[in-house]
């Protein structure tokens, strides 16, 4: 485990935050990784969702990798930046940072993950990406 203390992104705000409740422990006192994966698809799903200007869904994961413990008390912030984009595709790398001990904050990054979406149309069937500009 990395005891360095990092820093959030600059000039970025996080598609979400969330706290991590005792509901979500698992057998090793730490939040379950099921959960924290949960967490990702909702903030790549919601910078998806934005860029295809509708519904999307996830079609895959190509990876997933869990760099820290997350504990009870600590707020999560997950980044997403779209990083690739098909003709019905959106490939969006998720980055959580957990900030624990608010009276001596301290911020570790302890998820990334690589998620791909599929735009889709009124019928769920794939669909066209539209154009940045419209």
């Given at each position: 485990?990395?005891?360095?203390n990092v820093t959030l992104p600059n000039n970025k705000q996080p598609a979400i935050r969330v706290a991590a409740y005792p509901k979500e422990l698992n057998p090793g006192g730490c939040i379950f990784g099921g959960w924290i994966m949960s967490?990702?698809?909702v903030a790549g799903a919601i910078t998806a969702y934005e860029r295809a200007k509708g519904l999307t869904a996830t079609v895959?994961?190509?990876?997933?990798?869990?760099?820290?413990?997350?504990?009870?008390?600590?707020v999560i912030s997950c980044y997403a930046?779209?990083?690739?984009?098909?003709?019905?595709?959106?490939?969006?790398?998720?980055?959580?940072?957990?900030e624990r001990n608010p009276i001596n904050k301290k911020i570790v990054?302890?998820?990334?993950?690589?998620?791909?979406y599929v735009a889709l149309d009124e019928n769920r069937r794939p669909r066209k990406l539209p154009n940045i500009d419209d």
């Open positions: 485990m990395n005891d360095k967490q990702v698809d895959g994961v190509k990876s997933f990798e869990f760099h820290e413990p997350v504990f009870v008390g600590d930046d779209i990083i690739r984009t098909g003709r019905t595709s959106i490939t969006v790398k998720v980055e959580v940072y957990a990054k302890v998820t990334e993950a690589e998620l791909t």
